[in-house]
DNA sequence: CTGATTGTTAAGCACATACTTAAGTATCGG
DNA sequence: CCGATACTTAAGTATGTGCTTAACAATCAG
């Protein structure tokens, strides 16, 4: 089996896997869920009309990649995100944004910071283009 | 053959469909080039060691979940980016930062548009975090 | 018209992915 | 110690993915 740090794969093959993780609609869902902080296999394995071998496995993909951590306490393995990770693929994704769209980004950006309230709370108080959640 | 306009799937599928079309270091690669500009099958296929079939059934998958349009005129088919899509992909991957992440983003934001250059070359004069291109 | 260019269709193959069930192992509470 | 909890391991299966080759179709240039 792999060791837990061996994510240190070099961009592309760690693109690769980290898009590739995200394709499912399940790990995309246990990421959401670990946005609000870490849970047990079991607790991340409730909202799923699938076995925990199955669950697990989605896990170990997640980890794999460096999208999530694991920590085994007792006989609890408690799972946290990685957001840097998230961050690396959303910078790819940045990188193919048309001048325009720049443009426009810096401008949402100024919009945003001008509502305190924003900042503070943490929650989006403006709505982003497209889905916030599933 | 399916329909150009058929990318209307509703949000789950697809952001299935275009993390899946991501997946693969190939049709990474294809869309970096077409953010460049529009471009012939045989001229996106000439940078690869594969089959003529192997670069069109990429460019069906990438047009499929709408992140590629392409135009037949003659004997050629042209292929352009539609930037919306890959905004799409971005906007999930966006709300899922933690707080102090959307604070940095403003501020990286803030300090950009500090640059005239930066905005009127359209070229990336601050870096990103991360890498920009393979 | 003819032959070269540009792309398309179809079939098939090797390997990966997303599950399943069945049978473990390790910890904790009493 | 003993049974319940929380995973873990192993093996198997159905379907999907990324290619290949071979043969075909359509357009353009001379």
Redesign the pocket.
């Known amino acids: 089996?792999l060791n837990n740090q061996q994510a240190e794969e070099s961009g592309r093959a760690q693109l690769d896997s980290v898009f590739?993780a995200l394709?499912?609609p399940?790990?995309r869902a246990i990421i959401v869920r670990l946005c609000q902080g870490p849970a047990?296999?079991?607790?991340l394995?409730t909202p799923f009309?699938?076995?925990?071998?199955?669950i697990?496995?989605?896990?170990q993909?997640l980890e794999n990649c460096g999208l999530i951590r694991?920590e085994?306490?007792?006989?609890?393995?408690?799972c946290s995100i990685v957001p840097g990770t998230l961050r690396f693929a959303e910078n790819w994704l940045a990188a193919r944004r048309t001048p325009a769209e720049r443009r426009l980004d810096r401008l949402e950006a100024f919009l945003e910071s001008d509502d305190p309230q924003t900042v503070t709370t943490g929650q989006q108080g403006t709505r982003q283009l497209g889905e916030t959640n599933e």
């Open positions: 089996m590739q394709t499912d399940t790990r047990s296999v079991s607790e394995a009309a699938m076995s925990l071998p199955a697990v496995q989605h896990l993909v694991t085994k306490i007792g006989r609890v393995r408690s």
